[in-house]
């Protein structure tokens, strides 16, 4: 964004209302390349803006000499009026009286029309002197008004803080989210064109912290789904009522003024949305769901991160667990199909969360059905409990299960301006679970022959693990291509090398034994020796050797690795080539500043590389054993804990209980008792450990309204009561 100063030029007005002309200083100043070539003949006007460009175009620019210059002003002038019109109506341009939009027209300023070394490029807007938000265009960009409406959002962004936020005395917006600029330009346009939209962003990048820079232009799903839930104006205020530097969610979440909890229910209404995209505002959810259908048939990053790929339990077929590095972000979620078995009464799940992991550890999660169209016909509740087990079940005319994971933290939003979008995967934390599943498989799992199937049209099964090659591809029959493993394209694959899991490969040249495995795609380059690519990495065009790893979500192009280096986290280089032969890299470069890896021999203790997460120990299959089956299905989810001990001495005060609950154990307890208490299901809410004191205190301000049991463990003995929590 570039910041000139203006002046103002004073036109007479013909009519008390009519707004009033700026032309820039640069362009009032004859020392100027562009200022040379100012002159009121090359400019045209209507009720909001001015139009103006420079010598290149010619008095009538729609006869100029190079066609790339060639435009209509008052085709744009038309077009501009038409598209704030609707910015007014959404409540974003804001011209009551007072404001200086409402005496002054926005400049639009015609890129390229003043030559070469005039002021060039494609478009951008913003506030250059404080007084009238402003764009510059190229000709071309002003072809139709998608562009514009983009760039008109952006002066109006900084319109937002000339005549709202200064006068209020709230300062400068978003100063640690400046990501939000784009998002929202976006999403305004969207609204007005949302034909324009895409699902490439959030389908790779929606296990990220909302406003991650990844995704600087393509985080406005959830502005679509507050736009529904909420209204427009909630997002308008987000810009006229925000304090300098708070994380978008945190003034949200202020504005609409719920709790934590509500909060966390409500963003969940978001993710469960980005199941099928389920938008009707103008139509826009038909528009995502053909893009998504469109990447998922061709574009190798749409295919390897819209459905998470959890990784299967080695001793227990129905028992999964979310990999660490693709758990979900705060408010970034999960998506993952349930393919049903055919005989199955219903997909029965056992969640449980990781609270360990992280101080905020907390869920939101629930199933989805889409018919075949891919409308959402149905959710089901919202469960947040960190260990609960549930059931869904398609009805006639539904064919599809999403089940959909959001990381919700327990009591407070954690992104701020010293956690913020810039800091990357070791640095946000992370809320990871694990789900034992019955009656169908999560994707990834299911017949390999209906696995991407969209990518198999013309191939062969491989003699040599059973995986799909595509004809045009070689691959020697020493090498392993497991099932659901896939190579496309021009592929060189020999040796022993093995493709195991998910994993995908197209025209890359892969010799000796390298490894590539888990969901891990490599397009184009060259591996060799024993090179190893895992977890979701996406290699492009890499010369990769010796002792190499890539994973986690790595994402990395045109490099050379070598030697034992590793490259992990999310970190992702790809706009320079370079060349690094040691160290262990998680922290996310800066695409902005065009970094390449530090190669510094740092090791997994470096600063960059420490977690803000801890460690978790994986559940055991026993820990997320299954109370129900098809055979006890339904009645099996709303029965008593088993099995049922003897009624307990435990004496528990007030009972019901509001806030404190007293639990005084039986005399005969030792030093060695716990006390555990759980809902009905199970799930425990707290445990006290080796209790000394005969009365022992516990807080259920936190807790549902509901019954809950307390169980006391003691010589040999498990004994229960019943305690009704009534808020």
Known sequence: MKYLLFLLLAVPSLLLAQKTAYIPTYLLDNATIDGGQFTWSKTAESDNFTVIWGDAAGLDPQSATDPDLVFDPQEILDTMEWIYNQMVDYGFAWDTIGTNLHLYKIPVIMLNTFGPDGVTGWAFGGDPDGIIGTFWAHPLAMKGGHVAAHELTHSLQAQCNIDYRSMNGLGPVWQNAGIFWETHANFMRNLIYPQDVSAWGMDLYHIETWGDWKNTYENYALLFAIAEMDGTNIINRLWRESHPQEYPLQAYKRLIGFNQSAFNDHLYDYAKRMATYDFSLNNAGAYFRQYRKNDLNGWLPSIQATWTILEQDTLSSTHYSVPIHLAPEEYAYNVIPIHLH??????????????????????????????????????????????????????????????????????????????????????HFRFPYELTISGGVPEGYQNPANFRAQLKNWGHIHPYGGGWIENSATVANSVFVGPHAIVLGNANISGDVQITETALVRDATISGNVIIEDNAFVLGGTLSDNARISGQAFIENNTISEDATVHMRARVSNYTLRGDIEVGGDVIVYNSSGDCDNGVYYRMTNYYQDNLLECDGRTASHPDNL???????????????????????????????????????????????????????????????????????????????????????????HIDNGIYIVHISHSGIHEYQKIIVQH
């Open 342 to 427: 055919p005989d199955s009464c219903a997909v029965i799940m056992r969640f449980k969360g990781h609270t360990e992991g992280n101080p905020q550890a907390g869920w939101r999660y629930g199933f989805v059905a889409a018919t075949s169209d891919g409308v959402v016909s149905r959710y089901s509740e919202t469960y947040n409990k960190p260990d609960q087990e549930m059931a869904f079940e398609l009805e006639p005319d539904e064919t599809v299960i999403y089940f959909v994971v959001m990381g919700a933290p327990r009591d407070s939003i954690t992104t701020n301006p010293t956690n913020d979008t810039w800091k990357g995967y070791p640095k």
């Open 611 to 701: 977690d803000v997460n801890n460690s978790i120990t994986g559940f055991s299959a026993s820990d997320l054993e299954l109370l129900c089956n098809c055979i006890n299905y339904p009645g099996c989810l709303t029965v008593p804990i088993k099995p049922v001990p003897r009624q307990s001495t435990l004496r528990l005060f007030p009972n019901p209980v509001n806030t404190e609950l007293y639990i005084q154990c039986p005399e005969q307890h030792d030093q060695n008792s716990v006390i555990k208490i759980t809902d009905l299901m199970g799930n425990p809410l707290a445990c006290f450990y080796s209790v000394t004191d005969d009365l022992t205190s516990f807080n259920v301000a």
